[in-house]
């Protein structure tokens, strides 16, 4: 079963945290949820998550792929925790999956892992001040690089990381049964 870390900082958005673990779930992915300062994380919009261990306590060499959710304020903390961007490089550096969406490209950037082609939320473009911005599309695949827009494309992108991680079959399986219109 493929395995992915969800690390989550305080302010992270809700919404595209939540659509990524329970999707993926769905998906027969083994998630991680990780804290990066504590174990009880408060998104930004004052629901509070209990993750499943701290970042420091996971088993990285056993990761398929790392998947950021945005929100800025966690945004932020996750491009400057030193474990989480370490993290970020060694999975570039061995040729794993990373995922973020909406703000948190600006995390993958600041760990110099951001692929070519990217999108994110828009304006957050102009903090990562890179070229490469692709405002139309929801979703981006560049390389082993996955960057999609926000909240309301969440679905759409865990659908995506099924896909890439467990195959056309389970996506279509999935995205059947919830409904999705991707």
């Not at 939540?18 to 930004?44: H, L, N």
């Not at 959710?69 to 999956?97: C, F, R, S």
């Not at 390389?143 to 991680?165: M, N, R, Y």
């Amino acid at each position: 079963m493929p395995q992915i870390l969800v690390p989550l900082a305080n302010g992270f958005e809700e919404i595209e945290a939540i659509s990524i673990i329970d999707v993926c779930r769905r998906g027969e992915i083994d998630v991680i949820v990780a804290g990066v300062d504590t174990k009880i994380i408060v998104g930004t919009h004052n629901i509070s998550v209990v993750t499943d261990c701290m970042i420091d306590e996971v088993m990285i060499d056993s990761l398929d792929m790392i998947v950021l959710p945005g929100g800025w304020a966690g945004t932020e903390i996750l491009a400057n925790h030193a474990t989480v961007q370490a993290i970020l490089k060694q999975m570039k550096h061995e040729d794993k999956y990373i995922g973020a969406i909406c703000a948190a490209p600006y995390a993958l950037n600041a760990a110099d892992v951001l692929g070519n082609n990217f999108t994110c939320y828009p304006s957050i473009e102009d903090k990562i001040q890179k070229q490469g911005y692709n405002k139309e599309a929801d979703t981006v695949i560049d390389s082993k690089i996955i960057t999609s827009k926000g909240v309301g494309t969440a679905i759409c992108f865990a659908l995506e990381i099924i896909k890439t991680l467990q195959g056309k079959a389970k996506y279509q399986q999935i995205k059947q049964a919830i409904l999705a219109k991707c």
